[in-house]
């Protein structure tokens, strides 16, 4: 996967930041592990995105014009009806975004701390005349063309609110 980025988390005085480390040039100028390795002695650690905050970053991306493509469940246990359900909710909030609410109410139960039952999003929005997208994985890794302004103006500002609260 080339040109991708990957979310990471530092204990600061006041609280986590989360920074998004670009693989824009991997292979390039260097490697994944050579970047991480550098990343990991710097305090930086990766950052897992559950279901919760997945549904959170579609929400707030939503709510300024941005489409939601898909949801990917890669959970073997779960079976097709279920898969089935959300493919239908999210071609419902293509349709009108207000039925977002929907889908939040028919995973609720996934929603518990820690869970990684969604294993990636996909959205895009209409940018100065072409479409721009971004996949947000639960590992932390963000990739498309619209990865460093999704990360920047939506994901940022949620992941750190989360890992600050209380």
């Known amino acids: 996967m080339a040109d991708y980025g990957k979310i990471l988390k530092k204990n600061e005085v006041n609280g986590f930041a989360v920074s998004l480390c670009l693989f824009d040039d991997l292979g390039r100028t260097s490697t994944y592990s050579q970047i991480m390795q550098e990343s990991y002695k710097s305090g930086y650690t990766q950052v897992i995105i559950n279901s919760y905050l997945m549904l959170e970053i579609a929400e707030d991306m939503l709510r300024d014009g941005w489409t939601l493509l898909s949801i990917f469940i890669d959970d073997p246990s779960v079976d097709e009806e279920t898969k089935k359900e959300v493919s239908s909710l999210v071609e419902g909030i293509k349709r009108n975004p207000l039925h977002f609410n929907k889908l939040s109410e028919y995973l609720e139960w996934a929603l518990e701390e820690g869970s990684i039952f969604i294993d990636k999003i996909i959205l895009a929005k209409k940018i100065n005349n072409s479409y721009k997208t971004c996949e947000v994985y639960s590992n932390g890794v963000l990739f498309g063309d619209a990865k460093q302004l999704a990360?920047?103006?939506?994901?940022?500002?949620?992941?750190?609110?989360?890992?600050?609260?209380g």
């Open 151 to 165: 990360f920047s103006y939506y994901i940022q500002k949620i992941i750190e609110d989360y890992l600050n609260e």
